[in-house]
Structure formats: structure tokens, C-alpha cells
Nanobody, 123 residues
Framework: VQLQACGGGSVQAGDSLTLSCAASGSAFSTLSAGWFRQAPGKERSFVASISWNGGNIDYADSVKGRFTISKDNGRNTAYLQMNNLKPDDTAVYYC?????????????????WGQGTLVTVSS
């Protein structure tokens, strides 16, 4: 599976953005998806994951209540709706897919990664 992430940009604190992750191939519907981010000078960290059918969703504590992950198998696309953005959300955001159908927060379980899209939040 090849992934193409887009939707990043520069916004003000409190604004919203929606990231998209378009996948090639027919396998996407059988894979779980996840979003990770890497802030400047920090390691990549888990943001959200969703199972193959959307029935199991998990979020990092730092984004709970503000971010929403979703997956449209008909469109081969995963999304990350980000509301009430904060300067600490500034990072390059990566989407990924995993054969762990139930979803996982462990980056080692993801085998396909998108190229990353930059989100910058200013105060």
C-alpha cells in the first residue's frame, strides 16, 4: 500500500484542520490505520489509530476530545480531524497502515507510511 498524506498548513491556536491519507490498492479496507507526529527535536509519537472497519479507535491522551480519526474504505482514505489546535500540536504528521486489523498504537506494527504533512500552530 502506498500512502499520500495532505491537508497540513499553518493555522492559529484554536483553529481546525483535517488531514487526509489516500491509499493505493485494494488492501486498504482490510488494514488498520494510524496517525503519528514528530515535533521538532522530538521522536515520532502516536496520535490516533483506527481498526480496519472503524470499530476500534484509540487516541493519545494529548489529543483526546480534540482530534477525530476516521476511515472511509470506499474512498481508500483515512482522515484526522483536528479541532482546537494548540502550539504543542505543531509537528509533521504521518499516516500509516498496519496488518493489525484491530488497530495498534505501536509504530513498529505499521508497515506502510506516508510522506508526512506539516502542521504549524501559532499562538
Amino acid at each position: 500500500v502506498q500512502l499520500q498524506a495532505c491537508g497540513g498548513g499553518s493555522v492559529q491556536a484554536g483553529d481546525s484542520l483535517t488531514l487526509s491519507c489516500a491509499a493505493s490498492g485494494s488492501a486498504f479496507s482490510t488494514l488498520s490505520a494510524g496517525w503519528f507526529r514528530q515535533a521538532p527535536g522530538k521522536e515520532r509519537s502516536f496520535v490516533a489509530s483506527i481498526s480496519w472497519n472503524g470499530g476500534n479507535i484509540d487516541y493519545a491522551d494529548s489529543v483526546k476530545g480534540r482530534f477525530t480519526i476516521s476511515k472511509d474504505n470506499g474512498r481508500n482514505t483515512a482522515y484526522l480531524q483536528m479541532n482546537n489546535l494548540k502550539p504543542d500540536d505543531t509537528a509533521v504528521y504521518y499516516c500509516a497502515t498496519s496488518r493489525w486489523m484491530s488497530g495498534t498504537a505501536n509504530s513498529a506494527h505499521f508497515n506502510s507510511w506516508g510522506q508526512g504533512t506539516l502542521v504549524t500552530v501559532s499562538s
